[in-house]
């Protein structure tokens, strides 16, 4: 705690007020008022201005109102503790040598670091003078884990002590502390000679003008975590390189919406999860020379709606794309060009939305390489299990588009020209999987068979204007909803969440919309006719 407002480090340096971290980026006098303030910048956003008061800028805050000044009270602002005060208080304790029981409450010492203990079985107190240093000393000297989440820890104190304090300490967790420097960061990892994990979530650190000055402080480090940083794209492509045995990365929380390509020879793990990233961006992470070792990359709670067909990682084996905005078989579609993929978390995405199995069946089908799909393995039933279904799925698609399904005793080489162009491109594997498997059968009344419809498709705009002539398509009543508005919305070249269909009966003149939310109704629900209209709209 600094007695008077003369006494504060240099800015910027972290503070917490009332609960609230925030970094001091100024102190000083304010025009128009009387004695000295600090000009705050604060973490969670929640202030008055800029930095700019009365056409004068004192700081630049992050964001536009994320500034205030506060009168500095030494009791109500809080500068953060030493590195080694928090540790002690964290972890030191008095324990008892053998043969000795603590003494009672009440206990009063003449010092410091005298403590009373009572010998076993007797009334004998005895003072242990020194006791606590060598209880310390012992118990530090093996530690190995620090955990000071939001310990206030705030500057070193003597850094040149720490070596000999902590000599085999290996993880730090420094979340929420008040450190403002890397430059701080950097003298306490080079004074730990062990450390090979640091937590540095909610950490708010500047970076160094030449950061070049990092080098050789976190050649052991293996495991960084940044979330909540707010460290941007650029500031990580210059960090990463300094350190050159980083295995893991985690970068959450950051509202990064790009990325820099970075060197990291030794990294196999990057979470990049809650951040406002589009998936052309994992370009930046595709150059096997700059992340040769990559193999895990977390993406959830982004924000995607569709992956780039041209994005690849090759040596990903392990992708989790959860908690996006997926809709599009042809998302799942774009994996098949990942060679290496063998884990995969897709759910929680729209093409979750409805029944959960059959999407499970219809990943497991477009990606022959999965082995583990959203943490459940799977087996060698579950995937022919899959690939069956989905192979029938297409077949049923064929007959709806057709009228005809591909026969069971079809020879395999004769299967190609059969299959519509449109069916292939909505299932992509059906060739492969055919050459594997053979074509499910696919075997509905020969009556039903007789019952093609060929309706009018027209697409309509906002004010329910035709757009363009109406197309004809043929349809089998026998078909279900779901691949029906498959194929008009790829014809139609319609997003299949955006899609409407509406129906008027030629008798009463009473509109309908075919079920978005009961996709597995069948055609014949609507009793089209030849010829009938069906009025398409882009919701």
């Known amino acids: 705690m600094a007695d008077t407002i003369n006494d504060l480090p240099p800015t910027p340096f972290r503070v917490i007020v009332d609960g609230r971290a925030g970094t001091v980026k100024y102190f000083g006098e304010v025009d128009g008022t009387a004695g000295s303030w600090l000009g705050v910048d604060w973490d969670d956003q929640r202030g008055k201005h800029d930095g700019t008061v009365k056409d004068r800028r004192y700081f630049t805050a992050a964001h536009e109102a994320s500034g205030s000044f506060i009168r500095y009270v030494p009791t109500r602002v809080q500068l953060g503790i030493t590195f080694l005060d928090a540790v002690r208080d964290r972890y030191t304790t008095r324990e008892p040598v053998e043969g000795a029981e603590e003494a009672n409450e009440g206990t009063s010492t003449s010092g410091p670091d005298v403590s009373i203990v009572k010998w076993e079985n007797s009334n004998i107190d005895v003072e242990m003078v020194g006791f606590a240093k060598v209880a310390q000393k012992q118990t530090l000297e093996n530690l190995q884990e ?49 450390l090979e994990n640091l937590y540095l979530n909610r950490v708010r650190l500047q970076l160094p003008e030449d950061v070049t000055t990092l080098a050789g402080a976190f050649d052991r480090v293996r495991l960084l975590t940044l979330n909540l940083s707010m460290h941007t794209a650029e500031d990580l492509a210059q960090l990463v390189p300094n350190f050159p045995a980083l295995e893991e990365l985690h970068f959450g929380f950051n509202n990064v919406a790009e990325l820099v390509p970075f060197d990291a020879p030794k990294l196999r793990y990057l979470n990049l999860q809650n951040n406002a990233l ?30 780039a067909p041209d994005t690849v990682i090759p040596h990903l084996t392990t992708l989790w794309i959860s ?79 057709t ?27 059906f060739l492969t999987l055919a050459s594997k498997h053979g ?60 899609l409407k269909l509406r129906v008027t009966d030629k008798w009463t003149g009473r509109q309908e919309y075919m079920a978005a939310d009961d996709d597995m109704k069948l055609v014949s629900y609507y009793n089209l006719e030849d010829g009938q209209v069906i009025d398409v709209l882009d919701a």
């Open 439 to 498: 074509v499910p059968a696919v075997a509905p009344p020969e009556t039903e068979k007789l019952k093609v419809v060929t309706v009018q498709l027209q697409r309509l705009g906002k004010n329910g204007e035709a757009k363009g002539a109406p197309i004809q398509h043929r349809i089998l009543p026998s078909a279900n909803v779901r691949h029906f508005r498959a194929l008009v919305a790829r014809q139609m070249r319609i997003s299949p969440r955006k």
């Open 278 to 307: 589009a998936f052309d961006q994992v370009a930046a992470l595709s150059d096997r020379d700059r992340l040769p070792m990559l193999r895990h990359l977390n993406l959830q709670w982004n924000g995607i709606s569709s992956l």
């Open 403 to 429: 009228g005809s399904a591909i026969h069971q005793d079809t020879p395999i080489e004769e299967v190609p020209p059969l299959v519509p162009a449109e069916i292939l491109a909505a299932y992509p594997t």
């Open 146 to 194: 620090a955990n000071l989440t939001d310990r206030l820890v705030g500057n070193l104190g003597d850094v040149s002590i720490i070596p000999s304090v902590l000599p085999k300490l290996a993880i730090v967790d420094l979340t929420g502390s008040l450190f403002s420097q890397w430059a701080q960061i950097a003298d306490l990892a080079c004074a730990l000679p062990c």
């Open 323 to 401: 908690d996006n905005n997926l809709g599009q078989w042809t998302d799942v579609d774009a994996l098949h060009a990942w060679p290496d993929l063998t884990e995969l978390r897709i759910n929680r995405n729209p093409i979750y939305a409805g029944d959960t199995e059959l999407a499970r069946i219809q990943v497991i089908a477009r990606l022959p390489s999965l082995t583990v799909l959203n943490g459940s393995e799977i087996s060698e039933k579950d995937r022919m299990g899959a690939e069956v279904y989905f192979l029938k799925l297409a077949n049923e698609a064929i007959l709806a588009q």
